[in-house]
């Protein structure tokens, strides 16, 4: 610390991991750190990048009976498929993306108090709303 004062001694280490501040709430600060670290755990995030290996091919081959698609039914499961594969290939690459890059999943701005007021506010006021609606008639 030396010659600084207090106030102006910066905190060193993982920033998720730092002291509760005045501004957060700190017994959920615990709680979305704990959620936090459980999310980058499960989804691989706290561990460095797999090398890939890039030899082997990266398509499917389909069956000649299953070439074409007929009804409407084949063509709503074949249409729903896509979707989840698509979704799931989009989600792939974002996490290899978050991995190759070092970002974690970090809820513990949800723990800020301003935010915390602000959804209290919103809850009040839509419990309030629906009570007068039921009261009034409306």
């Known amino acids: 610390?030396?010659?600084?004062?207090?106030?102006?001694v910066q905190y060193r280490g993982d920033w998720m991991k730092r002291p509760a501040s005045d501004d957060?709430?700190?017994w959920l600060v615990k709680l979305f750190v704990r959620?936090?670290?459980?999310?980058?755990?499960?989804?691989?995030?706290?561990?460095a990048m797999a090398p890939e290996d890039s030899s082997k091919p990266l398509y499917v081959e389909v069956n000649a009976d299953?070439?074409?698609v007929s009804?409407?039914?084949?063509?709503?499961?074949?249409?729903l498929w896509a979707m989840a594969s698509w979704?799931?290939?989009?989600?792939?690459?974002?996490?290899?993306?978050?991995?190759?890059?070092?970002v974690r999943v970090n809820l513990r701005i949800l723990a800020s108090k301003?935010?915390?007021?602000?959804?209290?506010?919103?809850?009040?006021?839509?419990?309030?709303r629906r009570a007068t609606r039921g009261f009034l008639g409306g």
């Open 24 to 26: 957060e709430i700190a």
């Open 66 to 68: 299953m070439a074409s």
């Open 1 to 8: 610390m030396g010659k600084q004062s207090l106030a102006s």
């Open 114 to 128: 301003k935010l915390v007021m602000v959804v209290l506010v919103v809850f009040v006021f839509s419990v309030l």
């Open 71 to 79: 009804g409407p039914v084949e063509t709503v499961k074949m249409v």
């Open 35 to 47: 959620l936090s670290d459980w999310i980058n755990q499960v989804i691989g995030l706290d561990r």
């Open 87 to 102: 979704f799931l290939a989009v989600s792939l690459g974002l996490l290899g993306l978050m991995r190759k890059h070092g």
